[in-house]
């Protein structure tokens, strides 16, 4: 086997079924509704993944219960996998514990069905042990950056999240992929493409799996409009329109170092607007035009920009208009529009409080529908995700490639904004989605 608050990236204010089929068919059932079926578990037995050496506890003793409801007419029951029990679960390494490891990711691991928190590294071990205790990572795990390399001898960890700040994010996917771990890598992938090739090649080296973590690719509404999309719901597509914006606080944050940071609002939560006008139209931009702002009185802004502003043209026609900005108060939205409809997202972007809207011709009359989804945890669909691809030896949907083309279109922004030209943006030589996530999360 290749064996911010409320609810965004920024910390701008820096606040810190079961029927009578019993549950021993939920390990099966899982692996079909993820579209893997036997090949998955062949491929997984011969990685000698845990669930794979045989029945564990839990379905040995499985209990088969009759149904009481009408199967024709009644929906199934809905009930967590019971076979998921803590053992069977891929094991993660979180690698930083800010914000977002410990007011999302951390949490989101408690809910997810095939992952689980199992190592912590952390430069403040003081912390890194209290968050051990509460989640019950034994200490004997907890390392820091300089002891990272211990993780190789534990085999209870599969996979390495890393959650540090950007500039951070190549060196350690390089160091995971090297003791052999499978890599989970926050967004933006890195703050070059030099540095997003190296890890592409670290863990192809290693055999190792790579999935860059877009966590609104995972989401439910965003789903549901690329399946408008395919299904030419809003017919020939022609415009997208997007805006990601916060004030930042604290001057002295990371976030505002380009050498952390790679830049400003742009990778942040500019990515956002950029990934989205990639995965919704399903296409490649080909051309760059963008603007950026940065006022010389304001000590949030000495080394990045406050404001970023950005065309891209694709090959069929679409444009997609799009700003980013650490200077204005918080709003995240986008709107693609077509030749039949169109469909948006206000708020979009966050990690809750999401919703959409969509309107078209209905019956010869314009019709705009509200769309409402139950909330869901978009973190535990993503990591879930990554176990899944672990557990079945898969190209994840959201690969290095993925965050590699995002980052030759952020430099070709940044260019076209330097020389004040629109720039070229030629293909990715690969494909840069693995297979879309498995229904069963939505
Ligand atoms: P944060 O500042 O809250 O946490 C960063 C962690 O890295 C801290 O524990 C810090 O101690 C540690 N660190 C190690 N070396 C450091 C250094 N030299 N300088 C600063 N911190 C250092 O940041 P965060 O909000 O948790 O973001 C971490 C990563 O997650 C970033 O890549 C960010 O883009 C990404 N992120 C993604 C989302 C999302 O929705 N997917 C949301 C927020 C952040």
Redesign the pocket.
Known sequence: MRD?PPDN?C?SNDSNARDDESVESSRRSFLQRSGTGLAAAVAAAASGTAWAAGPSIAEQNAVKLSLIQDPDTEQKEETPDANAAPSDRIGYAIV??????LNQILPALAQCKYSRVTALV???RDKALKIARQYGVPERDVHDYSTFERLANNPRVQVVYI????G??AEFTVRAARIGKHVLC???MANSVAECQSMIDACQQAQKLLMI?Y?SQYEAMDRMIVKMVREKKLGTLSEFIAGNSQNVGDPTQ?RLKKA?AGGGPLP?VGIYCLNAARFLTGEEPNEAIATVYRPDDDPRFKEVEQSVHFVLRFPSGITATCMASYGSHESRFFRLQGSQGWAEMNPAFGYNALSMRHGMRVDGKNATTEITVDPTNQFAHEIDHMSQCVLSDTRPHTPGEEGLQDQRVVEAIYKSARTGRPVQIAPPVTSTRGADPAEEVF
Do not use: F, I, Q, Y
Not at 163 to 166: E, R, T, Y
């Open positions: 911010s990236d910390p930083g514990l800010g914000r977002l490891s952390s430069g403040d959650v540090l700040p950007n951070m994010h926050e967004k933006p973590a966590r990371w952390l942040d």
